[in-house]
């Protein structure tokens, strides 16, 4: 249901940019976030966008450097990375939620991507 990719190996200070595609053609009536996972720790809340794209949330650690996005057209949401960091290096998931305002922890989800890997190299 969904598919992530744009991750891959950049160095600290580059930028990346996450595409998550959602199959089915009810991708407007979804919250829709990304979380990431790195080695050793538990999976993080990111960043989360409503369903018309009104309004966005992040984890303070990325705020002001990675912006999300959503074109509700192509069934795609997006997660801009810049200014990347080593502790940045994960595998990032997008998620779907029916039934919650943001896309975030302490939510149910119902549908997550297979997640892309992000390594970023000191």
């Known amino acids: 249901q969904l598919q992530a990719s744009g991750g891959g190996l950049v160095q600290a200070g580059g930028s990346l940019r996450l595409s998550c595609v959602a199959s089915?053609?009810?991708?407007?009536?979804?919250?829709m976030g990304w979380f990431r996972q790195a080695p050793g720790k538990e999976r993080e809340f990111v960043a989360a966008?409503?369903?018309?794209?009104?309004?966005?949330s992040y984890v303070d650690s990325v705020r002001g450097r990675f912006t999300i996005s959503r074109d509700n057209a192509k069934n795609t949401v997006y997660l801009q990375m810049n200014s990347l960091k080593p502790e940045d290096t994960a595998v990032y998931y997008c998620?779907?939620?029916?039934?919650?305002?943001?896309?975030?922890?302490?939510?149910?989800?119902?549908?997550w991507g297979q997640g892309t890997q992000v390594t970023v190299s000191s």
């Open positions: 998620t779907a939620c029916s039934d919650a305002y943001y896309c975030h922890e302490g939510v149910s989800h119902d549908y």
């Open positions: 089915g053609r009810t991708f407007s009536t979804y919250a």
């Open positions: 966008i409503t369903r018309a794209a009104v309004s966005t």
